[in-house]
């Protein structure tokens, strides 16, 4: 995989990797930026997000498990020091659908954040990555 990253103006980036899909970030305007855009960490969080949604998603369809909706909120803390990484990551699962199989939700998501997420992995090598389910009918 390859990527490249460009710089618009002050601290405006665009990057592009192998799918050719520019994506834009920028920092603070305290700090030079103009505050347009998603920050680089801001970024990792909705990666981590993309990516275990997606295994759920592809988990849970081959399990034949229907949804109405889906969604996936993260909270995160960071160290206070330099590099301000993160030490703490909470996933909250949220489905809405009639019926929906606990056991079959659960056994998706752990399979996403146990095997298949690379982006969890990654992270869990920094950080605790707690995760919970709240499914409403």
Not at 35 to 42: H, I, Q, S, Y
Not at 86 to 94: D, V
């Amino acid at each position: 995989m390859k990527a490249k990253i460009v710089n618009v103006k002050g601290l405006t980036f665009v990057g592009k990797a192998d799918s050719s899909h520019w994506m834009v970030m920028d920092g603070d305007e305290k700090f030079g930026g103009f505050n347009a855009a998603v920050k680089p960490m801001e970024a990792v969080l909705i990666a981590l997000g993309g990516c275990t949604g997606m295994d759920v998603v592809s988990i849970l369809s081959k399990m034949k498990v229907k949804y109405d909706s889906f969604e996936i909120e993260i909270n995160a803390d960071r160290t206070e020091d330099h590099p301000k990484v993160f030490t703490k990551i909470e996933l909250k699962y949220k489905f809405k659908g009639k019926d929906l199989p606990r056991d079959k939700i659960e056994k998706a998501i752990r399979l996403s954040q146990e095997r298949y997420c690379s982006v969890s992995a990654m992270l869990r090598k920094v950080a605790d990555i707690k995760w919970e389910i709240e499914i409403e009918d």
